[in-house]
């Protein structure tokens, strides 16, 4: 029985600390990235629009934000096709970081 309370108390320990853990991450990573500013489409730097026109062509952009993710460059760009959407991520190098 003795054992059973301490296999609990560890069990709760460690869940614990890996939430705090969790939490510290999440909270250094958003450390990292500095708030969006909004840009003018026609403001996207040039190796962005290249990247934009050949691997998302059938997409309009539509709106288009600057931001500083690990002390890169990076914008966001709201795309658009009828009714769908995306969002993606580009370097100022024209590299998609990520598509959602």
Do not use: H
């Amino acid at each position: 029985m003795k054992k059973l309370g301490l296999l609990l108390a560890f069990a709760v320990l460690s869940l614990v600390s890996t939430t705090t853990f969790a939490q510290e991450v999440k909270e250094e990573v958003q450390e990292v990235v500095q708030e969006k500013v909004e840009v003018q489409i026609s403001e996207l730097p040039e190796a962005v629009t290249k990247t934009l026109g050949e691997q998302f062509a059938e997409y309009a952009a539509e709106k288009a934000y600057k931001s500083i993710l690990d002390e890169k460059e990076v914008y966001y760009v709201k795309l658009a096709k009828g009714e769908e959407y995306i969002k993606v991520l580009i370097d100022a190098e024209g590299n998609v970081i990520e598509k959602e």
